[in-house]
């Protein structure tokens, strides 16, 4: 079993989305690193306004999980981090940006990431 270890941001950068959800009150994206041995991934959950851009000539619903959904199957290129304030910007020139704001429902912190999980445990 591997040993729960925390996770910093700059360490999402070469992962790819491997899963867009929701988990109780909280979308979230699930990020794999395959060049670990054994393969594992770590969640990003988000309490805190976001955008994902570039902005389609078609907009989208204002569903968390649909907006989330432009980033899924896409590896993380780079990652920047301004005190809350969190932009992942992944392959084709799509980025995430996380306000670092905390919302009107945010009981804890306004994002996080998950320790690292064996895939298939």
Known sequence: MMERVSVLPDELVGLFVAEV??????PFLQFCDNNATPAREVRLYLDSPFEVGPPDAVPTRADPVDRLLKV???PVDHVRREGLRLAIDFAG?????ISGEPSPT?????WWLSPWLEVGS
């Open 21 to 26: 959800g929701v988990r109780q009150a909280w």
């Open 72 to 74: 899924n199957n896409l």
């Open 93 to 97: 020139g799509t980025s995430l940006v």
């Open 106 to 110: 945010t009981t804890g912190d306004v």
